[in-house]
Structures are given as C-alpha cells and as structure tokens.
C-alpha cells in the first residue's frame, strides 16, 4: 500500500481551513514526553530541510528554530557539522477540539542528520529519530535511520478522527485531527502512545484509537 500523496504541511493547511478564517498558529517543538528515557525513538514525518544561514541566524520560522544552534552546541556538535539539509522538522500529529481552530496542536520534532544519512532523507519519508536531552534538559532529535521512503509507507498512513459530520456538540463543528499511524510494527519494539487531552476519536473511530505518536525505548542491555 502505497502512502497518501498529501504532505503533513497540506494535510495542516486543509484542516485549518476546513472552516473559513481559522489561521495557522505558529508550529512549537514538542516538548519532552511524559516519563521520558534518553535515546527513546519516535517516528515522524520528515516536513522541512533547513539552510545552514537558517539555523545560524533563526531567520525562519523563528517559533521552531529559535535556540536550535545553542541546543546542538550543547549536545555536542560543533558549528561545522550544521550544513544545508542537516537540520529537519519532523510531524507526528496535528489536532484542533473543533474545525474552527483547525490543527492548532501539532507534534512537531526538530532532528539533527548524521553525516552518513545526509543527503538520502526527504519530504515525506518517515523517519527514526532518536531522543535525547542536553545538560540543561533541552530536547534534540536526531535522524537515526530512514524507516519508510516518502513513495512506499507500507502499512503506514495518516489516520484521521472519525467523526464524518456526526457532531452533537456545539456551533464550531467537530474535532479535526490526523496522526501517523502504522500497522503490526509493536513486533519491533514500537508502542503507540496516547496524546494527553487530544479530543476522542470519534463515534465511527476504530476501537481504542487516539491520536498518538509511536515510540520505541532504548535497548536496555
């Protein structure tokens, strides 16, 4: 099965303006996971390849990138490792409690590539990407391994809440959602992890889904 030929910026954009006005609110790194253990993995949506001017001088999508240098310096790496197409945003999920808001919560991972992988990840490709905290309890990511190319998810997809216009609620419409999801991947260590006070799936959603984000913990031996 082929992947759905929308990016994760496109499936933002549609979402927020299901309903006409709703704006998109500016995109924040997502913060570090409840009951976090440093190397644990997430699968994300590579979404944007950053300049190396970009990152030195923050002067793009300053709400994401803002700090990003200071954080890879105190990770470890030098100023010389920052390269054109090093540095990436990664989607996991996007949510509103209603259309009116659009996708106003999204996961969202900055992630650093490793030389050897650099140059092979692109837009739309799922990707690994390891998760760990500096000295001062800053998040980084880094790209650890491409897990799905952009023209062949597998049994990866976009899974959307499920609500199909049956909403009791109030005047501003349903809840409007989408996360990545995978199917028969626990087998390789991945458990999908709930996102606290994301709306419910839906009255036609599968059984016990959520909106969610996979995640794999660090080998213990």
Known sequence: MTRETKSIYSMVLVLCLAVQGCAIEPTKMTDIP???INGTRVLAVAAVAYKREEIIKENVDKH???????????????????????????FTYAYGHNSAVGARHRGMYLAHI?????????????????????????LVGI??????????????????????GIFPGGPYGPPQG?????????NE??????????????????KNACVSEWRKKPPTD
């Open 114 to 138: 490793e030389p050897a992988l650099q140059g092979q990840v692109h837009e739309d490709d799922i990707v690994e990407i390891e998760l760990r905290t500096t000295p001062s309890n800053q």
């Open 64 to 90: 994401v990138i803002t700090g990003w240098h200071k954080k890879l310096m105190e990770a470890g790496y030098k100023d010389a490792d920052i390269v054109d197409g090093s540095e990436i945003g990664g």
């Open 178 to 186: 989408i996360w990545l999801d995978c199917r028969n991947i626990e």
């Open 34 to 36: 409840k009951d976090f």
């Open 143 to 164: 790209v650890k391994r491409i897990f799905r190319k952009y023209d062949d998810w597998g049994d990866c997809f976009w899974h959307h809440l499920n609500y199909k």
């Open 189 to 206: 260590g991945w458990r999908r992890e709930c996102i606290s006070g994301a709306p419910p799936t839906g009255p036609l959603g599968e």
